[in-house]
């Protein structure tokens, strides 16, 4: 076998891992692993994104909220625009009105969402059924996310900074009795000092092989489609989604993309589309817009991991002071990754990143070791 040595490995290809890379590579040696053929192979490349302030939890708004001045660094370097303007649109029934209210308290304590009668929301989403729909939330900021242009942003900053990057590595072995990692994948064997493991659905198993606990990660799976729709002019629509999150459409050209929102428990694995769920999906979409589609164009499904509170963990493992976690994104590891990623570079080599006070509160939210408490 080969054999490298380096200062930090990062386990995974995906985008939490290659923007923590492309943060750190510029302080010291940083190599990263990817079990698959290709980068951001699972949930990375199937992602459906979009930056919104207003999508996740207050944790996560945060997260992406800060991620917002990272995006324009990154526009700027790349004199290319990552984001384009889509809005987000949450829609209620009668008997979701308390859910919206709820919704919309919740999101006016940091943004400006505007609240619409069933006419206002039919003026921006016409094909929205008068018998379904009661009011509706407007936040007219969320944008679309081009998710490749923003991860091969991080991977080329790694490359030209001559950090090394190992496809079809899939780690089987990590021991640590010596002081330092060596790890074992398919085919190298690599010496480091310290390990980020960012891979996403399967965390908690390279977890156990490095002697840490598991934290819990739950893999659920979730389905989209895409379809095309004659009846309408869409290309200009926001995203439409349920405000309890039962389905959502996203407008693209040419065609739209839909979900059932589902979130079926899983395992780390590559998962498919399931027939029942596209049409579960399509039937919700259906019933809430006046569609005449009458087939689906493609189908795919993503694993979207999240941890037992449903907030990320970042941070280094308790026990193994040289192990740190970058896990539990969820759906939105992609409106978060500039932010998480300079976050997280920060913590593993102080300096590179100047955090302000405030930011403590968060790390503290983000810390992996809440759940390891009891």
């Avoid at 999101?107 to 018998?131: D, F, H, M, T, Y």
């Avoid at 995203?239 to 407008?251: L, Q, S, W």
């Amino acid at each position: 076998m080969n054999k490298i040595v380096t200062d930090i490995l990062v386990i995974g290809g995906g985008i939490a891992g290659a923007s923590v890379a492309a943060s750190l590579i510029t302080r010291t040696d940083v190599c990263l692993v990817e079990a698959e053929e290709n980068l951001g192979y699972h949930s990375t490349g199937r992602s459906v994104a979009v930056y919104a302030e207003s999508y996740g939890s207050r944790i996560i708004r945060q997260l992406t909220k800060k991620s917002s001045p990272l995006f324009k660094k990154a526009e700027k370097d790349l004199t290319q625009n990552i984001l384009s303007s889509r809005g987000f649109l949450f829609i209620a029934r009668e008997d979701q009105s308390a859910e919206l209210e709820k919704l919309n308290i919740e999101l006016n304590e940091s943004l400006k969402v505007s609240k619409l009668g069933k006419k206002e929301a039919q003026e921006i989403v016409p094909a929205l059924r008068s018998e379904y729909l009661s009011q509706a939330l407007y936040h007219s900021e969320a944008q679309d996310i081009d998710v490749s242009l923003l991860h091969n942003y991080y991977i080329q900053r790694l490359k030209e900074a001559n950090g090394t990057i190992h496809m079809s590595q899939r780690v089987k072995k990590i021991d640590n009795s010596s002081g330092q990692y060596i790890v074992e994948c398919d085919s190298l064997i690599i010496y480091c000092n310290k390990i980020i493991n960012a891979a996403g659905a399967w965390a908690d198993q390279v977890a156990e092989l490095a002697g840490c606990k598991k934290i819990g990660l739950r893999p659920l799976r979730r389905t989209a489609f895409s379809f095309d729709e004659k009846k309408w002019q869409y290309s200009n629509w926001p995203v439409v989604i349920d405000c309890e999150e039962n389905f959502y459409i996203k407008p693209e050209t040419g065609s739209i993309i839909g979900s059932p929102a589902d979130e079926i428990n899983d395992v780390p694995r590559d998962v498919y589309p399931e027939e029942y769920d596209i049409a579960l999906g399509m039937d919700r979409i259906k019933n809430a817009l006046d569609f005449e589609a009458k087939s689906i164009g493609s189908s795919w499904a993503g694993l979207r991991t999240f941890t037992p509170d449903r907030d990320p963990a970042v941070g280094f493992d308790y026990q193994h002071k040289d192990f740190f976690w970058l896990a539990g994104q969820g759906g939105y590891g992609i409106q978060t990754a500039p932010y998480m990623g300079v976050l997280a570079a920060d913590m593993i080599c102080p300096g590179t990143y100047s955090p302000k006070s405030e930011e403590n509160e968060l790390k503290k939210s983000l810390d992996p070791n809440r759940f390891f408490k009891n």
